[in-house]
């Protein structure tokens, strides 16, 4: 097969000289190269536009801009552009400069014909496999990216617009919210779209560790440390080392182990319990906790300089009752989740148990919800959920819940007035005697959703 | 079609063209004439410094002297070739163009300091001069190994290739011969 089939490489010979330019564009078109010529740097930044290059000759000594200086410009506009330079004998000094800065190789004029047609071959292995490496990074990206984040809310679209801020950043992030509100899932999408993305994001939950445990848990322990510990083990933070570490809980741990914490965390530097070697780990946190530490630190149950040390950024995760409106477009994302996990065609829900799940005040918030919705798919006959699906808690806390609030009274008399005028929403505003935008954020508010 | 051109370039023993030119009549299925009624001087390609001819300048001068031939020429050397960027070169044609010059000066073992061996070089000689020509043709390098048109860079790379096209080659030149005789009917 003639080398001309393989994708036509290009390449782009900088030289002043023309013999030069001649005889390597002659000697590189022979084997099937795109080639240019450019006789100095200004006509090699117009060619730029015609690349992009894979493999680009540069004299380093040219009258005016000299190679050099045409290297950054070069690097600056294709990042990716593979440079090798041409110098004479005397100039091996700025090959090497050349180097440092990124170029690929550099040859002396004159070339050993068997080193240049090598030298080019690797440029455009290595080219070919970066490109390719690029490539899977981001097809596992895509497939490393943690579950959606369900909800247009204002409040979540906040979380999310901070959650993406901090995310390129290597700050510190707590995540405070109440349980069952995705604490994790949050921190799981910071990590993911953080450049530490390709490491692990370790997750401890320290409130699940027995404090004894905890310390070896984190730090790891060398063999014989204590009793049953047959081999070395390494611990979280060490595993974390590149990532994230996700500390969930943290308001729980022991005043002895917040010490600890506190050091690693400023130092990034720690030993194995047992061990005297010090270990560095380059690592991002992420803490969750449900507990108003305010009220820890003022009672001295949790240390204020640790409190400072993780409160850098916070996120703050609603209750799913202050965001109602996203709870039909959750119910919907769980039933899809279980109808595809259980194989069954439940695909919706009667608008009488949705308007349960609504007003149900969720103390365990998303979690809750998806509990709620697993067991009412178990249960449910195909195709929709139906109130008799839902458990107990859920249709007897209705009246409970809201009462004969000024609320509840509220939301029934608008779901009454919507209905009687099959949803017309400038009609129902009209008799409501509030305008249309009113309307439609009272809608949001109590989560109602045309029948 | 017209013959392949065959011209001596001194320095160069007498006897180098011989058996080539029969090999070449075999491999192109084209005649060949060998002209060295006109001397072509080397002289003015000469550097002195690198002790070497610049191949690209005998070409020059090759075209110049047979500017009203219109077939495919071939000049054959002893002198040591070189383009200004690399140390050497075993020999060099215009692509897709008239003329090739090899050089059989790095083809001979007593270059490497090793006895000489006529038959290796005739057969070196053979699969230089078949690239080369090959090149004249519009052939570009070939990634097959065995092929006449893979780039060699050593000695030891010429050693290993066979002295004819692969099939893929065969048929890219065949094609270049058709459409350079529908040319000249036109």
Redo the contacts between chains.
Sequence with gaps: ????N?HRSSLLVVDD?F??R???S??F????YRVETAEDAAAALRLLDKGPWDIVLLDIKMPGMGGLELQKRIKEIDPSATIIM?TAFASVESAVQALKEGAFDYVT??????H??HLVQNALRQKTLSTENLRLREQMSHLLTPDEIVGDSPEMRKVIELASSVAQTDTTVMIRGESGTGKELIARIIHANSPRKFFPIIAVNCGAVPEGLLESELFGHEKGAFTGAQYRRKGKFELADGGTIFLDEVGTISPRMQIQLLRVIESRHFTRVGGSESIKSDFRVICATNRDLEQAVKEGSFREDLYYRLNVFTVSLPPLRERRSDIPALIQHFIRKYAQAMNKAVSGIDPSALDLLVRYPWPGNVRELENVIERAMVLATPPVIKPCDLPFQVVQAQPAANGDSLEAVERAHIIAILNRNNWNITRSAGILGIDRVTLYNKIAKYGLKRP | MPPILLVPIPPLRPDALASLARQLERRFRVPTITDGSKPVDPTPAFDAS?YQYYS?LLLSALLRLYAAYDGKILAVTEADL????????FG??Q?DGKAAVVSIRRLDERFYGLPERASLLEERLLKEAVHELG?TYG??????FECV?H?S??VEEIDLKSSSF?P??AR?LEKRKKKNRRTEID
């Design positions: 097969m003639p080398s001309n393989q000289e013999v030069v001649d005889s390597l002659k000697w078109r022979q084997d099937g041409i004029k004159p070339v050993d014909p068997d240049l047609s | 690198r690209s070189y383009i200004p960027v690399l140390t050497f070169v060099e044609a692509l090149h052939l570009l390098h070939c990634r097959q048109m780039s860079t050593v692969c893929e080659c890219l």
